[in-house]
């Protein structure tokens, strides 16, 4: 039980640092203005989005798809690589 709650940590360290690494990356693009890095995201070809005068529907299922099979495959690498 002991090992669980190890193993369980240590995804939680390790994903929480990667969260800040992120969130530090996104704020030094803002700052330094390269914001169009990453203007892709939510204008692929399957993001729904529907705008009208009291109403705002954004659905990102392309954006989605592209970053579940991303994040898919670098889980299958760091599994693959850790056996």
């Given amino acids: 039980m002991q090992a669980v709650f190890s193993d ?4 939680l360290v390790f ?7 992120c969130g530090l ?3 030094i693009l803002a700052r ?10 939510g204008r692929m070809p399957l993001d729904i989005r529907i705008e009208r005068e009291h109403f705002r529907l954004y659905f990102p299922l392309g954006t989605s798809l ?3 099979a991303l994040f898919s495959l670098i889980i299958y690498l ?3 690589f850790n056996h």
């Fill in 8 to 11: 369980a940590g240590k995804f």
């Fill in 15 to 21: 994903a929480g640092s990667a969260a800040v690494l």
């Fill in 25 to 27: 990356f996104l704020l």
């Fill in 32 to 41: 330094t203005g390269h914001t169009d890095l990453f203007g892709w995201i």
């Fill in 66 to 68: 592209i970053l579940s």
């Fill in 78 to 80: 760091i599994n693959k």
